[in-house]
């Protein structure tokens, strides 16, 4: 699928309730979520982003790793804090230096996930702060590119201005026009309901961040904590591994019929990984 067309369409396919499930919906999470943090994808992206603060940016060195993490627990994304604070940068340029250079032979097909992620009856889309390329990337490396009906990210949620557009032409931007939209905050949620066109109430939030699963709780949604085999708070459910959905959310499949069922029940058990 063309993940840039899909980041721009309203998401209208398959709204209609699954007869027999609680559920309608189900919005993942990318990266650490998809595949697990021991790929190095995490470490790497965050080396690049240092990197891009020393070489592009002109921050002093030693400022640099407090500032990565002070910007981070403040703005949701390090990039969305430098915005916040005054760095003028393109976007697609900052981008393409973070992910552009990412280990993306790290990631591996994942069958297991595949079958899993096929055989929910439930819209399933992809809610992210990274931009449209690494999401390309990342499902392309996984396998699973014809899996999720569409991808709600950075372009989503942050559109470039119209030819002819100012800053005051959208009324409902009562913000600095440098402030990025991203997950943490309750308005990127709630803006990625409103995109995907969902019931929070019907929909399940797939999210390794212990903040993001907070605020997609207080906007109503079901949410699971990935990575994680204990409860954070706002957190419902709690997985270790991806690819525990089957034993730890058997609603998902209520009303499949039985030889559905029986299919997700013979996939290679919890243990499965990607291989790095």
Not at 36 to 45: D, E, Q, T, V
Not at 78 to 91: E, I, Q, R, S, V
Not at 128 to 133: G, K, P, Q, V
Request: aromatic fraction near 6%; include cysteine; charge should be negative.
């Amino acid at each position: 699928m063309e993940v840039y067309d899909i980041c721009r369409l309203n998401l209208v396919l398959g709204k209609d309730a699954m007869v027999g499930s609680k559920y309608d919906c189900l919005l993942f999470d990318l990266d650490d979520t998809l595949y697990p943090m021991s790929s190095g994808i995490n470490l790497a992206c965050r080396k690049n982003i240092e990197e891009y603060m020393l070489h592009q940016l002109h921050i002093e060195e030693t400022e640099i790793p407090r500032m990565c993490l002070e910007l981070y627990k403040e703005h949701g994304t390090t990039m969305a804090g430098l915005k916040a604070l005054g760095y003028d940068f393109d976007n697609d340029e900052y981008h393409e230096f973070v992910h552009g250079r990412l280990p993306y032979e790290a990631l591996k097909p994942d069958p297991v996930l595949r079958n899993l992620l096929l055989s929910m009856p439930q819209r399933k889309i992809i809610f992210t702060n990274s931009d449209e390329a690494h999401v390309a990337q990342v499902l392309s490396r996984l396998g699973l590119e014809d899996c999720f009906e569409g991808v709600i990210c950075f372009e989503t949620l942050n559109p470039p201005p119209q030819p002819g557009q100012t800053f005051s032409d959208d009324k409902t931007m009562d913000e600095p026009s440098s402030r990025i939209l991203c997950k943490p905050s309750l308005q990127a949620i709630e803006a990625a309901i409103q995109i995907a066109d969902v019931d929070p109430a019907r929909t399940i939030f797939f999210d390794d961040s212990v903040r993001n699963i907070g605020s997609g709780k207080a906007a109503g949604l079901h949410t699971v904590i990935v990575g994680s085999s204990v409860l954070v708070p706002g957190a419902d459910y709690a997985l270790s591994s991806i690819h525990n959905i089957r034993e730890a959310l058997p609603e998902i499949w209520e009303g499949e019929p039985a030889e559905q069922l029986d299919q997700v029940l013979q996939s290679p058990a919890v243990e499965t990984t990607v291989l790095a």
